[in-house]
């Protein structure tokens, strides 16, 4: 929020800056949980405040930051509601909520066009994921000699239906020469 006075006015009349999304969590083991606009519209950064008499606005100066998406992580309980503050908006194709659960990312997307003004609070409903058991497998990989010398980032890709796609590092933990990753 930001506020004007004049020199002797000792009265401060606040004005919100940004709009927040409110969710609610509905699963356990959640660690994040993002938000963000189908077109990576900019929404969160580090960023200027012009006042504008009354009508705040957010100004990106030379070296400041930009971001498509807005995150909070961490302990977030089971039946616990948050809010994620963003910069007012038009969302043309909708948003996303992404929540993290297990490790796992699950998506609920807004395809319709949005816009979302100052000091208002996109109300979500109670957004809860159907969760997956992952079955694990473990990948061997064994680099020939003209990869061990380059000292290169051994990994495997992986990916599911509906699931973002991850990168797992593939270590030798045993020293035998075979990389492995579960």
């Known amino acids: 929020a930001v506020a004007y006075a004049e020199a002797g006015d000792y009265s401060l009349d606040f004005k919100n800056v940004t709009s927040l999304v409110k969710v609610t969590v509905a699963n ?15 929404i969160a950064g580090n960023f200027d405040v ?9 100004s990106f100066t030379t070296g400041y930051t ?18 994620i503050s963003i910069l007012p908006t038009h969302f043309a194709n909708g948003f996303s909520i992404e929540f993290v659960v297990d ?10 066009e949005y816009t979302v003004k100052r000091n208002q609070i996109i109300n979500l409903p109670v957004v809860t994921f159907e969760t997956v058991e992952v079955e694990t497998k473990t ?9 061990v010398g380059m000292g290169g980032r051994y990994a495997a890709y992986c990916w599911g239906t509906d699931a973002a796609a991850v990168w797992y590092d593939m ?7 075979v990389y492995e990753v579960e």
């Open 28 to 42: 356990d083991n959640v660690s994040e949980i993002c938000f963000y606009g189908n077109n990576q519209e900019k």
């Open 50 to 58: 012009l006042y504008n008499e009354g009508e705040p606005v957010a």
């Open 66 to 83: 930009q971001e498509g998406y807005a995150k909070i992580t961490g302990n977030i309980e089971n039946g616990a509601t948050y809010y």
């Open 103 to 112: 490790g796992a990312k699950y998506t609920k997307k807004l395809s319709s």
């Open 139 to 147: 990948v061997y990989m064994r680099p020939s000699s003209s990869w």
């Open 171 to 177: 270590t030798d933990s045993d020293g035998d020469g």
